[in-house]
C-alpha cells in the first residue's frame, strides 16, 4: 500500500510561543480514525518549523518600516518580526516534543546564520523555502551537512530547480522535490497540479510532493492520485488566532479530515491490474444476470434462443454460454422466469 509522507508546517503560526507550538504538534500527533470501517489511521509523520536570522532578512529600510496591520506584533515589519522568531533553544525544546510524539521534525533555514541550530541538534530533514533556491550559498552551506532536503518550487521554474539541484548533489542526492505555488492562497486556476507530472517524469530519481496553499483539502487528495509521495500543509490549532499564515491553515477539524482522506486514498490506490475482487463476489453473484426461462419448459423440451432472456441473480449460465443450453433437452420442468442451472438439462 503507498505510503504519504505528511508534515503539518507550523511556520509562524506558533505567534512566537513555544506552547502554541507545543499545541499544534499535539494536534498533528493525535490518532485519526475511521468511523464507518473502524480504521485505526496512521498521523501525520513530521512537522515543520522555520528559523530565521533577522540580520540576514531585509534591508534596513524594510525592517524598520511601519507595520500598521491587524497581523502585526510590532510598530515596525522589525519588530513584528522579532517577536515571531523563536530562539535556537527554543526551537531543540520544540523538536524535543516532536520526538516525543514520534514526530519527524523537518526545519527550514533561512539563511546560512541559521544553521548555527545545527550545534543544538540535527533535524529530519532540511527544507530550502521557494524563495531560496536561486540563494546558492546557503543550499552549498545546507548541502555540505549531508541532511535529506525537501525543494519547493513555489517561486521556481526549471533553471532555478536545476542549478539548486547541481549544488546539493555534489554533496547528496537525497533530495525531494515538492511542487509549490506561492500564492496565500493559491487561486485554483493557478494550482496546476499537473506539475506533478512533469517532476515525476524529468526528476524521477528523486522524491515528488506537493507544498498546498490552497483553502480546504481536495488538492492533497488529488496529488497522491497524481503520484506525490509527501504533502505538505499549513497548520494551527485555531484559524481565528492573529497571524496572517492562520486563515489559510488547517484547524483540528481540518487536519482531522485532510490525514484521514489522505490515508483512505492511499489504501483506494491498490495495483496497476484489472480483476474481480473477492470483496465483490456475494455482489456479483446477487445482482449479476444469468440464463433464464422465458415461460414454463416442461421436461423433454429441447431449448432455443428464443426460450432465455436473462435475470438475476447471477450464479446461473452466462450469455457467452448460451451454446452450452441451446439445443439442450430439459430433464425436469422449469417454472417461467427461473435460473436454469446444469441439473436441469442433459
Not at 491553515?249 to 489522505?262: E, F, H, K
Not at 474481480?276 to 445482482?287: F, G, N, Q, R, T
Not at 426461462?293 to 432472456?309: P, Q
Not at 457467452?320 to 425436469?332: C, E, F, M, P, Y
Amino acid at each position: 500500500m503507498k505510503h504519504t509522507y505528511i508534515i503539518g508546517e507550523i511556520g509562524q503560526n506558533h505567534n512566537g510561543s513555544v506552547d502554541i507550538a507545543k499545541l499544534i504538534i499535539e494536534l498533528v500527533a493525535r490518532p485519526v480514525k475511521e468511523s464507518v470501517f473502524n480504521l485505526e489511521l496512521e498521523p501525520m509523520n513530521a512537522i515543520k518549523m522555520t528559523k530565521r536570522d533577522l540580520s540576514e532578512e531585509l534591508t534596513d529600510s524594510q525592517m524598520k518600516r511601519l507595520y500598521d496591520s491587524p497581523n502585526s506584533f510590532g510598530k515596525t515589519y522589525g519588530e513584528h518580526r522579532a517577536f515571531l522568531e523563536l530562539t535556537n533553544e527554543d526551537h531543540y525544546e520544540v523538536y524535543k516534543y516532536a520526538k516525543s510524539l514520534n514526530l519527524d521534525f523537518v526545519e527550514t533555514l533561512c539563511s546560512k546564520g541559521c544553521l548555527s541550530l545545527l550545534k543544538l541538534f540535527e533535524p529530519d530533514i532540511l527544507k530550502v523555502a521557494s524563495r531560496d533556491l536561486t540563494n546558492l550559498p546557503l543550499l552549498n552551506s545546507i548541502a555540505e551537512t549531508k541532511i535529506p532536503v525537501i525543494l519547493s518550487t513555489g517561486m521556481a521554474g526549471k533553471r532555478e530547480l536545476d542549478d539548486a539541484l547541481d549544488i546539493i548533489t555534489k554533496y547528496h542526492s537525497n533530495i525531494s522535490i515538492l511542487h509549490c505555488v506561492s500564492q496565500y492562497p493559491t487561486f485554483p486556476d493557478n494550482l496546476n497540479l499537473n506539475t506533478i507530472l512533469c517532476l515525476k517524469k524529468n526528476y524521477s530519481q528523486y522524491k515528488i510532493g506537493f507544498s498546498d496553499h490552497t483553502i480546504g483539502i481536495s488538492a492533497p487528495i488529488v496529488a497522491i492520485g497524481m503520484g506525490a509521495e509527501i504533502i505538505e500543509k499549513h497548520v494551527t490549532i485555531d484559524r481565528f488566532m492573529k497571524g496572517t499564515d492562520q486563515l489559510g491553515s488547517l484547524g483540528p477539524d481540518g487536519v482531522n479530515r485532510m490525514i484521514r482522506d489522505i490515508r483512505i486514498a492511499e489504501r483506494w490506490m491498490g495495483k496497476e491490474e484489472l480483476y474481480i475482487d473477492e470483496c465483490v463476489k456475494s455482489a456479483k453473484i446477487k445482482l449479476e444476470r444469468s440464463i433464464a426461462s422465458k415461460y414454463e419448459m416442461k421436461a423433454g423440451h429441447v431449448i432455443k434462443e428464443e426460450d432465455l432472456h436473462l435475470l438475476s441473480p447471477g450464479d446461473g449460465y452466462k450469455w457467452n454460454q448460451l451454446l452450452d443450453i441451446v439445443g439442450k433437452t430439459i430433464i425436469k420442468d422449469i417454472p417461467a422466469n427461473e435460473i436454469i442451472y446444469p441439473e436441469y438439462i442433459a
